[in-house]
């Protein structure tokens, strides 16, 4: 089976450094880009999805990372997006630390839940050594994010 | 706020209220370090939802939520994303939005 973070990252899909630094403007700055992607039909809709997401239980996952993720109707196709800050993003984590890295996983609503959820553990999984995050946030180009996604096994 | 958008934000969340709800997804997601603390909140959040809507909508969504599992689904092509019945071309979107398939009671959203 294909994955998402086997697939190419579109350099739309990459934001080099977020504009915004608290949880909820990064989840609508998202949703905006996934919209003029082509990914998300309605970035209104997308970022009330992600934000209801963070309401059910907070997304990041600790040492700086964050994973929202969402499956809705408003999204076209399955998708990964990476957000980057290096000043850093308050997201509330348990461990106090800012969120610089942000992987946003999106699944049409016809996508079942466990395969959903199968696509958020790749992306925790890319992100979990020290090594793999600091080469995701140095990482110059969608190309090269891409080619670190694609070390996580399928 | 329109109709269409209070009814993709309802079937969204019952998309992550089944997420949280599932025995294998739920606990896939713990599993994942992803604590399920809010879900009282989300169900809140639902039932706030679900009293703005209209009653028309609310019977056609439970209607088609209890038979199919899933209530709203887009058009493409003029072709419902439920049933996958080509629409008749009297079939036109209203102004939110919003038709039901006569085919198979889904509520449609045309995009």
Excluded at chain 1, 55 to 69: D, E, M, Q, S, W
Excluded at chain 1, 71 to 93: E, I, K, N
Excluded at chain 2, 11 to 29: I, K, T, V
């Amino acid at each position: 089976m294909s994955t998402l973070l086997g697939q190419a990252l579109h350099p739309a899909h990459l934001i080099s450094e977020l504009k915004t630094r608290s949880r909820d403007s990064v989840l609508v700055e998202l949703a905006r880009q996934a919209q003029e992607a082509g990914v998300a039909l309605e970035a209104d809709l997308l970022s009330a999805a992600l934000r209801m997401r963070e309401r059910l239980g907070p997304t990041c996952v600790g040492r700086g990372v964050a994973i929202p993720n969402a499956r809705s109707l408003t999204v076209a196709r399955p998708v990964v997006m990476v957000g980057r800050s290096r000043r850093g993003v308050d997201w509330g984590a348990a461990d106090g630390e800012a969120v610089r890295l942000v992987v946003l996983v999106l699944s049409p609503a016809t996508m079942p839940a466990a395969r959903h959820l199968a696509e958020v553990a790749r992306a925790l999984a890319a992100t979990r050594t020290a090594r793999a995050r600091q080469r995701l946030l140095e990482s110059d180009s969608a190309e090269a994010v891409a080619g670190l996604l694609r070390e996580v096994p399928g | 706020m329109s109709g269409c958008g209070d009814l993709i934000r309802l079937h969204d969340l019952d998309l992550l209220l089944e997420e949280a709800s599932a025995g294998g997804a739920r606990q896939r997601a713990a599993g994942l370090g992803f604590a399920v603390s809010g879900l009282a909140g989300v169900e809140r959040a639902r039932a706030q939802l679900f009293s703005r809507l209209e009653r028309r909508w609310l019977v056609a969504y439970e209607r088609a939520q209890r038979r199919y599992g899933r209530a709203v689904v887009t058009v493409r092509d003029r072709v419902c994303q439920g049933c996958f019945i080509t629409l008749p071309t009297s079939a036109v979107p209203s102004s939110e939005c919003l038709t039901v398939c006569e085919s198979c009671g889904r509520i449609l959203v045309w995009r």
